[in-house]
């Protein structure tokens, strides 16, 4: 059984900064690509960014020189530094990454629960 926790949203003003982490733990063999998707109500989850078992990364235009992910193998951890944060970046954040769980296996994807960020004066 896998599973991908969450931590770190919260309120914060315009212009400030939030860092979400996210561990993962269960059983796993090995850890692909990592991610963080955004969820508004009504709307379609989206992709933020990514980042590959090697540490390519991947962003979405809207947070591109605002947002950084990065991962820490070791620890099977991924993190979303959130700066500049704006009213628009308002959104319930998911953790996600393609696992396997025994050697040559196949990867499945998992989630997160989900943490809200809010960005308000």
């Known amino acids: 059984q896998v599973q991908l926790v969450e931590s770190g949203g919260g309120l914060v003003q315009p212009g400030g900064s939030l860092r979400l982490s996210c561990v993962v733990s269960g059983s796993i063999f090995s850890i692909n690509t990592m991610a963080w998707y955004r969820q508004v109500p009504g709307k379609q989850r989206e992709l933020v960014a990514d980042?590959?078992?090697?540490?390519?990364?991947n962003y979405a235009e809207s947070v591109k020189g605002r947002f950084t992910i990065s991962r820490d193998n070791a620890k099977k951890s991924v993190y979303l530094q959130m700066n500049t944060l704006k009213p628009e970046d308002t959104a319930v954040y998911y953790c996600n990454a393609l696992i396997s769980s025994i050697r040559f296996g196949h990867f499945n994807n998992y989630w997160g629960q989900g943490t809200q960020v809010t960005v308000s004066s």
């Open positions: 980042i590959s078992s090697v540490g390519s990364t």
